[in-house]
């Protein structure tokens, strides 16, 4: 079965700092992974994916991530925070594979306040 | 070009009462995709359509919801017989097609509130 966890609900950092949120995963086959920013009363906006090849993914907006296979993480990061950045964060995962193909699972999502 | 568009953007409406939701895909996507999101179980897979083969509907919590897509297009979500648990953000994405490394683009949802 697939899943995820973000073991953090909040992570507060001040701006100009660099910041990660959490992400580790548990899938059958080779995992897609998948990053979502959320916005107060609006749907869910793509930053970054991993699929294959380089281990350090790049997004919109600066963010990154860094896939981690034998840790099973997908740690998102920004060297540089704006306040701005402050919205609901999402890690997803899909398989590559099987009777689920398509679906996504999403983690419990990381509330990020960033600070003046 | 255009996004995900869902309609209406809020719902409220009467336990017992039934409603449909509105969901219009990015054009030219073939895979279409419910969520529900609420604050005690975070964001939940519904249904699924890929193009002409069978939706997955193992998500869906009772047999009280169900989905179409007509067309290969626009998707209906229908809640018969709304109970207050069903009171949540719904959330329907599309993407080129179920097996693609392409991400599912999302809608700002349904908030669906049952008085």
């Known amino acids: 079965a697939q899943s995820v966890a973000q073991p953090e609900d909040q992570v507060n950092v001040a701006e100009g700092n660099p910041l990660t949120v959490k992400c580790t995963y548990s899938?059958?086959?080779?995992?897609?992974l998948f990053w979502y920013v959320q916005y107060p009363n609006r749907g869910l906006q793509f930053l970054l994916k991993?699929?294959?090849?380089?281990?350090l993914v790049k997004g919109s907006y600066g963010f990154e991530a860094e896939f981690n296979k034998s840790q099973t993480s997908f740690h998102l990061k920004k060297p540089s925070a704006l306040v701005s950045d402050s919205a609901l964060y999402f890690c997803a995962v899909r398989a590559d594979r099987g009777s689920t193909l398509g679906r996504l699972y999403f983690g419990r999502g990381t509330q990020l306040t960033v600070w003046p | 070009g255009a996004g995900v568009s869902q309609s209406p953007s809020n719902k409220v409406t009467e336990k017992g009462k039934d409603v449909e939701l509105r969901c219009d895909p990015i054009?030219?996507?073939?895979?279409l995709y419910w969520y529900r999101q609420s604050l005690g179980q975070g964001l939940e897979f519904l249904i699924y359509f890929q193009g002409n083969s069978a939706p997955d509907k193992s998500g869906l919590p009772s047999d009280r919801f169900s989905a179409e897509r007509t067309g290969g297009s626009v998707s209906t979500l229908t809640i018969q017989r709304t109970q207050q648990e069903d009171s949540a953000v719904y959330l329907c994405?599309?993407?080129?097609?179920?097996?693609?490394?392409?991400?599912?683009?999302f809608g700002d949802g349904t908030r669906l509130s049952i008085l």
């Open positions: 994405a599309s993407s080129l097609d179920q097996g693609s490394n392409q991400p599912q683009h």
């Open positions: 991993y699929i294959t090849g380089d281990n």
């Open positions: 899938v059958s086959g080779n995992p897609y």
């Open positions: 054009s030219g996507h073939t895979a």
